[in-house]
Each structure stands twice: as structure tokens, then as C-alpha cells.
């Protein structure tokens, strides 16, 4: 039976969006399939910003590393005091908040070997890296990706995992010196410039086309360019919703497909491979405590508080953010 006291919450602020506050509220009960985890850390995503204004007077956060404290009737995988990682429902209450409810087919055993402030920064992009490659663009080993925006949380673990895991060549963007050298960090074999040409840059590198395109920032702007890079019969993702149609005409020629990732699909609409976010979060986990992948942190933002969270939200929607920013409680 989960504790029946009271909660403290972080929420928007019902009177202005912009703004965040502390609420007392009753804690939530797990249903069948549910965890109540104690919040340890949560990490700040873009989407936050992007839902702040539709949602006053609730908690934002997706991703959360925590103790788990109770459990329903039906869970299987978890019992209390396991430590968890995960990256939340967008159709339920966010994470900032000492005690939340996740339904535990979404929800990883916590890397051994990281704090809950470097864990927290991972599931949501680790999730969105993973499902675009490996279900979406169904990388292979030797093959050419080219990842655009790849300094950001999950440009970098994408870079990471077509490197490190599946020994792709992987070709990376980034516009400034330190967005630069962290791809570089992260295992690029080379780094080019969104803000120049790209087909310059990658035909100077000896690439006329790649097998695969990871589009994490910018759909609408780089979609001309992703159409002429594709190699024949190549695949691009893009985890951005696009603000016009796309042009998708430009792809018939080369055969090459395009797909959406969106992590939240699985749990949105309680899809039946939704468990599979299990198995992908525990992956993540092991190649973490092996080594083979390494944080993404670069932000200790210190302890959730109202101010220090809207500072967040200002950093992260500034489009210069460089690996992930994470709060602990
Ligand atoms: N579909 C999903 O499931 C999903 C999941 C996670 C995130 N997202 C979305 O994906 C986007 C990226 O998320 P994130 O967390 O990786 O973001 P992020 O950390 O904020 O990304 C920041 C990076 O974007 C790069 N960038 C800025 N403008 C760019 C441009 N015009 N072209 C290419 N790169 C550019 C910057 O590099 P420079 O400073 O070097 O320019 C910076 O390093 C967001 O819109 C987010 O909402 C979607």
C-alpha cells in the first residue's frame, strides 16, 4: 500500500506560465501496473518548455531517477527500495514532485554505477536515440550516419551509440567551438557545420551520400539538404515535428524513406510493444556501468527549486544546450 501523507510538487504557476511554485498535494496511488517512486533527480528537456504554457498548475519533468516506495497489484519487475530510472507518460503528471506514479513497463533498473543526477539525465534522450536508430533507421555496423544537431541530449547519446555500440562511421554537426569538441568527446568520427553547406563539407571529407540521417534539430530547415545527402535507398529520422509540409517528393527518386520518432508514442497510446522501453532502459543502464557509454551531464543545476528551475527552462530553450541539465531533490 503506498503512503497516504502528503506530497511537495513543483508546478507552473496557475497565474503566469512562465513562473513555477511549490504545491502540497495528496500522493498519488499506484493502479495495477503502477511504481510510486521517491524523485531522487529529474533532467530538464526541451518539451518542457514546449507543453510549460498548456499545462498551469501542473508538474512538468519526464525524466526521473528515484527509490521505488510502492507498487500495484500486478507489478512484476520491481519491488520497493529498487532504484529506477525513467523517462515518464506525457499523458500523466511530470516528475517534478517528491513522489510520482509511472506505470512500470516504461521504467529501467538505475545504472549501478551512476548517481540519480547522472541517471536522470539520461531515459528520455536515451529512449529517443535508441527507437530512432535501431527501429527507425535500423542502423547496421560499417555504415555511414550523419547526425544533425548532434551536441544536444540526444544528438550526443545518438553519436554514442552509432559509434560505440554499432562502429558506424558517424559524421556530426555543430556550429561552435565547444558544441564542436563535444561531439568530437563523444565519439564522431567527424564534426561539420550545420550552418555551412553540408554537402561541401561532407564531399571534403571524401562522403557524396550516407546510409542514414538523424535529424534531431531543425526538420523543416535541413530537410532540402537531408534529401540530397541520403544515399539511394537510405532511411532518415527526425524525432521535430515539422512547422510546414515537407516536401516529400524530393525522396521518390532515391527510394529513400523517412520516419518520426517520438519516444512518448509507446506510452501514449499504450502500444503493445510498450514494455519494450523496459528493455531498452536496462540496455542503456549495462552499457553504462560497462563503459561503453558515458554520461551525457554537463549542468548540475543543484536543488528543484522555483527560480532555478525557470533559469532551466531559459537555458534549454536557448538551442545551445551542450549534453543535458539535471536537478536533484
Ligand atoms: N521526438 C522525440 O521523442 C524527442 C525526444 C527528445 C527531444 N525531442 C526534440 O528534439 C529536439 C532536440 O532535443 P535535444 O534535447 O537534443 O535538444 P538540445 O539539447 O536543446 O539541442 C541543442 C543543440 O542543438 C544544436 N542546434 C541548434 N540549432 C541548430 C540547427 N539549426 N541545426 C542543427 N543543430 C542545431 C545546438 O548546436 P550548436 O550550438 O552547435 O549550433 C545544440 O548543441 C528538441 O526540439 C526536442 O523537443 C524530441
Partial sequence: MAPTQTQKALVVSPTDTSRFEFVEREVPQPGPYDLLVEVKAVSVNPVDT??????????????ASGVVVARGSEVKRFREGDEVFYAGDLTREGTNASLHVVDERIVGHKPRKLDHLHAASIPLTALTAWEGLYEQLRVEQGKTLLVIGAAGGVGSLVVQLAKR????????????????????????????????????QLSALGLKNVDAIFCCVGTDAHFETMAELIAPGGRIVSIVEPEQPLPMGKLFGKRASFSWELMFTKSMYKTPDMASQQAILDRV?????????????????????????????????????????AFRL
Fill in 165 to 200: 555500440l554499432t562502429k558506424m562511421t558517424v559524421i556530426g554537426t555543430a556550429s561552435r567551438d565547444t558544441t564542436r569538441d563535444w561531439v568530437k568527446k563523444m565519439g564522431a568520427d567527424h564534426v561539420v557545420n550545420h550552418r555551412e553547406n553540408l554537402p561541401a
Fill in 50 to 63: 514546449k507543453v510549460r504554457a498548456k499545462r498551469p498548475g501542473k508538474s512538468l519533468g519526464w525524466d
Fill in 285 to 325: 543502464a549495462d552499457l553504462l556501468d560497462e563503459g561503453v557509454l558515458t554520461s551525457t551531464l554537463t549542468v548540475d543545476a543543484g536543488v528543484l527549486e522555483p527560480a532555478a528551475l525557470a533559469e532551466a527552462h531559459r537555458t534549454v530553450s536557448s538551442g545551445k544546450m551542450v549534453g543535458k541539465l
